[in-house]
């Protein structure tokens, strides 16, 4: 397999970026009311199992924008998922 060249790899990592990124402002909102009813477990849930999909595929392609990318907004699915829960 081929790696993925370099120019198409910062297209990736500037469409992770900005993807990734757009979590943080909810994770703070739910963070800072100490709320979370008006997220959907069921959503995040299925999200989570897709992220971790996206993750092993973009392990398999080695690609750096798809690992870290996914790892992050795995994380920060994850912190949404915990607050769910916490702060029924």
Known sequence: ???????IEIIG???????????????????????????????????????????SYGCYLKSLSMIMANIVTGFLSLVIIYCKFKYK
Do not use: D, R
């Open 1 to 7: 397999m081929e790696s993925i060249p370099f120019h």
């Open 13 to 55: 990592l500037l469409a992770a970026t900005l993807t990734t990124v757009s979590f943080v402002p909810q994770v703070y909102m739910i963070w800072k009311k100490k709320s979370a009813e008006s997220v959907s477990l069921t959503m995040f849930l299925m999200f989570f199992v897709g992220i971790l999909l996206w993750l």
